[in-house]
T-cell receptor
Framework: GAGVSQSPSNKVTEKGKDVELRCDPI?????LYWYRQSLGQGLEFLIY????????KSGLPSDRFSAERTGGSVSTLTIQRTQQEDSAVYLC???????????FGSGTRLTVV | GIQVEQSPPDLILQEGANSTLRCNFS?????LQWFHQNPWGQLINLFY???GTKQNGRLSATTVATERYSLLYISSSQTTDSGVYFC??????????FGAGTTVTVRA
């Protein structure tokens, strides 16, 4: 597509439920990134994909977080047993290769109640 | 990751004014990007500028990698320039470290 598409744009979930966030990168972009932005905070790196591989998962906050990418395209970030501190805007970005300009999606605003 | 310091944290401008935003890095980066986050939260890539100078309309940026800083210039500011400006960098790495941002408010 023309840009990075994320869905849903907003998600309200109850504490303890699982959520899945989806990212459709720009076609042909081999690198895909997930970041998190909490209210009043900066951008926190979560995970990076090169193709379908995730060489660095060190940014994932806990083992409740996981992500996958299939077909070198769509990526899903899953949060299990959500907690209130997971509330944030989850941003996905893609780039043509590992060190090139990022294009961000509009984000998914997650609220855990 | 590297440490990224942005200044000033806040900037209020009258429409038409010029301004300079600065970004300092704790190490020499080889991947440096500037972003604008508009009031609706969308992050727009302004520049990919690991070194040198680039211009895009009323915006320009200069990076001096050996001295570990980058500057973003806004000329003839408009109300649509309001938002938060982030710089981000990495060293031989894909993982960008972001600064805390400069919040720019342009008043008509």
């Amino acid at each position: 597509g023309a840009g990075v598409s994320q869905s849903p744009s907003n998600k309200v979930t109850e504490k303890g439920k699982d959520v899945e966030l989806r990212c459709d990168p720009i076609s042909g972009h081999t690198a895909l990134y997930w970041y998190r932005q909490s209210l009043g905070q900066g951008l926190e790196f979560l995970i990076y994909f090169q193709g379908n591989s995730a060489p660095d998962k060190s940014g994932l906050p806990s083992d409740r977080f996981s992500a996958e990418r299939t077909g070198g395209s769509v990526s899903t970030l899953t949060i299990q047993r959500t907690q209130q501190e997971d509330s944030a805007v989850y941003l996905c970005a893609s780039s043509l290769f590992g060190q090139a300009g990022y294009t961000f999606g509009s984000g998914t605003r997650l609220t855990v109640v | 990751g590297i440490q990224v310091e942005q200044s000033p944290p806040d900037l209020i401008l009258q429409e038409g004014a010029n301004s300079t935003l600065r970004c300092n890095f704790s190490d020499s980066v080889n991947n440096l990007q500037w972003f604008h986050q508009n009031p609706w939260g969308q992050l727009i890539n302004l520049f990919y500028i690991p070194s040198g100078t680039k211009q895009n309309g009323r915006l320009s940026a200069t990076t001096v990698a050996t001295e570990r800083y980058s500057l973003l210039y806004i000329s003839s500011s408009q109300t649509t320039d309001s938002g938060v400006y982030f710089c981000a960098g990495s060293v031989n790495d894909y993982k960008l470290s972001f600064g805390a941002g400069t919040t720019v408010t342009v008043r008509a």
